[in-house]
């Protein structure tokens, strides 16, 4: 059975932290890993990976996959207040998307 | 770039009626579109995955008479809530996957049925 799996559920850190939200995945075809940011409405993409060991980077968000391992990690360094939402991680298996719970992370001023 | 539109973003209505959700792609060309649906606190729960001109796949469990969805084009594609009933209120968001750019999918802002 396909899944993927987020963790932790839920973090609270402080203006200024760093975090690490994780996602592992188990799935038979794989094609891409997504990560995705959702706040009140639909969700906002971040990145997306395919290959192993090859880090992206947007800003103080980067992300990496270990396809050996089946997972991947978002980072987010020097959090705001603005950082605060839910970040989902997605697996594509063939043309089929398969989501995590999401990591709900609240940054405290 | 990317960018997926979704109408209405809210909508109220009775019992048994029905109710339709268009999907657009406003500066790309999709050649597949999903439905997903959320609820409260809950993860995206992928219903049915659309490619132009061809019938949807529903996933397991997904009523496909209820929820209709034609993709008539490269840019739209639209999903029917029929006969809508109570339990069928929650978030509805479509996404679509630019054809320039494979295996990327961009969300619409989602859509907000209430059946009352």
């Known amino acids: 059975e396909d899944k993927v799996v987020q963790s932790p559920l839920s973090l609270v850190v402080h203006e200024g932290d760093t975090v690490t939200l994780n996602c592992s995945y188990e799935?038979?075809?794989?094609?891409?890993l997504l990560w995705y940011k959702q706040e009140k409405k639909a969700p906002t993409f971040l990145f997306m990976l395919?290959?192993?060991?090859i880090e992206k980077k947007s800003g103080r968000l980067s992300s990496i996959l270990d396809k050996k391992e089946l997972f991947s990690i978002l980072n987010i360094t020097a959090t705001q207040t603005g950082d605060s939402a839910v970040y989902l991680c997605?697996?594509?298996?063939?043309?089929?998307?398969?989501f995590g719970t999401g990591t709900s992370l609240t940054v405290i001023p | 770039g990317a960018v997926v539109s979704q109408h209405p973003s809210r909508v109220i209505c009775k019992s048994g009626t029905s109710v339709k959700i268009e999907c657009r792609s406003l500066?790309?060309?999709?050649?597949?579109m999903f439905w997903y649906r959320q609820f409260p606190k809950q993860s995206l729960m992928l219903m049915a995955t659309?490619?132009?001109?061809?019938?949807?796949?529903?996933e397991q469990g997904v009523e496909k008479d209820k929820f209709l969805i034609n993709h008539a084009s490269l840019t739209l594609s639209t999903l029917t809530v029929t006969s809508a009933h109570p339990e069928d209120s929650s978030f509805y968001i479509c996404?679509?996957?630019?054809?320039?750019?494979?295996?990327?999918?961009?969300f619409g802002p989602g859509t907000r049925l209430t059946v009352t």
């Open positions: 996404s679509a996957e630019n054809r320039g750019l494979p295996y990327e999918q961009y």
């Open positions: 799935v038979t075809n794989f094609r891409s």
């Open positions: 395919t290959s192993s060991g």
């Open positions: 997605a697996v594509r298996s063939g043309n089929q998307f398969y």
């Open positions: 500066d790309f060309q999709a050649t597949t």
């Open positions: 659309s490619n132009e001109g061809s019938k949807a796949t529903y």
